[in-house]
């Protein structure tokens, strides 16, 4: 683990929600869920992005952290 006076960094793919066949679809996703529930227990530990499931979130994920992917229009 990083030292406690930098913020690690943590990269997260959004997963579509879902829910059984036929069944309502959930509101949010397991590891969104986690990801809120570790970034509540110790503020300020990560440097976290959290993003809407949206196509375009991987090019503002990545502009974001500075990597502005190049051929992303």
Partial sequence: MPDRGTPARILV???EPFGPP???VRPENASET???ALLARDPGRFD???LPVDPRCEVALARAFDGDPPGVL
């Fill in 22 to 24: 036929g069944g309502p």
């Fill in 13 to 15: 793919t959004a997963f």
């Fill in 34 to 36: 986690v990801l809120r």
């Fill in 48 to 50: 976290a992005l959290l």
